[in-house]
């Protein structure tokens, strides 16, 4: 098993900035790749931004391009998320995820590990 904890959360006004991180453990030979989703109180849990292990690769939401940048420090086994820019329409439970491919990774069901989230409050 993997096990991914999330931290960096928290309360900000528009444009200001906030980095996530996800700290794995365990099994973390298994993981091909790593991800953000985030889900908003009434939606459905989208995607954000995903890494393949080594790096090689990032992949980011339409709606988080050029705001949001994903990355990872292997020796730590963690992956970050900086946001900057934030909106009112970011407001969500970040999540982070593990998958053992790196083929799908825009969809919640490549993932086999999740954390357990972590809260962003942006406000106007």
């Known amino acids: 098993q993997v096990q991914l904890v999330e931290s960096g959360g928290g309360l900000v006004q528009a444009g200001a900035s906030l980095r996530l991180s996800c700290g794995a453990s365990g099994r973390t030979f298994s993981v091909k790749a790593m991800a953000w989703f985030r889900q908003a109180p009434g939606k459905e849990r989208e995607f954000v931004s995903a890494?393949?292990?080594?790096?090689?690769?990032?992949y980011y939401a339409d709606s988080v391009k050029g705001r949001f940048t994903i990355s990872r420090d292997n020796p730590k086994r963690t992956v970050y998320l900086q946001m900057i820019s934030l909106k009112p329409e970011d407001t969500a439970v970040y999540y982070c995820?593990?998958?053992?491919?790196?083929?799908?990774?825009?969809?919640?069901?490549?993932?086999?590990?999740w954390g357990q989230g972590t809260q962003v409050t942006v406000s106007s």
């Open positions: 890494i393949t292990w080594d790096g090689s690769s990032t």
């Open positions: 995820a593990s998958s053992p491919t790196t083929n799908g990774l825009g969809y919640a069901t490549t993932y086999r590990y």
